[in-house]
């Protein structure tokens, strides 16, 4: 019985060895993947939980692996959102994603969401009588474009440096924004925000 009780002992010893040694940035990311795991099943007080405890975790001192699992933890907790039918909140919580990173994905995701809360047909309303007004940042990384609404909210999108480097390089605002809406005009993005994908 003593043999027995020692090798329990030793195995636990081991067991809490093994946990202690882990790298601290393996904590975090299996917090993501319960949360993932909790979505899945419907328990989204408990997936928000864990993405509250990953946010904390340390991912290391690579800035793409911290970047890459806090969009996770973002675009998880906006799809909770989403199906809670928040889509205020799913929105916030998109806008924290770093830009440049799988931003066509984010992009179409906040637009279903405005989508979903305003209408097809008043986002499209509010998006025509705004196109005019877009503000483009091409002085500093990230490139984005900002879409006001007419009900104060507004509509990000990041600029592909390659595609639009003729929209970030020009020096006259109305030809920026003149290339930049016609260019958009022409994609998915804008027939999925006018309701025709």
Not at 65 to 79: K, Q, T, V, Y
Request: proline share 2%; with cysteine; hydrophobic share 40%.
């Amino acid at each position: 019985m003593k043999i027995l009780r020692k090798f329990a002992l030793l195995l636990l010893l081991f067991t809490l060895g093994m946990q202690a040694c882990k790298p601290s940035y393996m904590i975090g990311y299996e917090h993501i993947e319960e949360a993932e795991r909790k979505y899945s099943d419907g328990n989204y007080k408990s997936a928000l939980k864990h993405l509250k405890r990953a946010e904390k975790a340390n991912y290391g001192f690579c800035g793409n692996a911290w970047i890459g699992a806090h969009n996770s933890i973002h675009e998880l907790r906006a799809r909770i959102f989403f199906d809670q039918e928040e889509y205020a909140q799913a929105r916030e919580s998109l806008s924290t994603c770093s830009k440049g990173l799988a931003m066509n994905r984010v992009d179409t995701f906040f637009i279903r969401s405005y989508q979903m809360e305003f209408g097809k047909d008043s986002l499209r309303s509010m998006l025509d009588t705004t196109l005019a007004n877009v503000q483009i940042n091409n002085q500093n990384y990230p490139f984005t474009v900002r879409i006001p609404l007419s009900n104060g909210d507004t509509l990000n999108f990041a600029l592909d440096i390659i595609r639009d480097q003729d929209i970030i390089q020009s020096n006259l605002e109305e030809e920026r924004v003149a290339l930049w809406a016609n260019r958009f005009k022409a994609t998915d993005m804008y027939a999925m925000l006018i309701g025709k994908l």
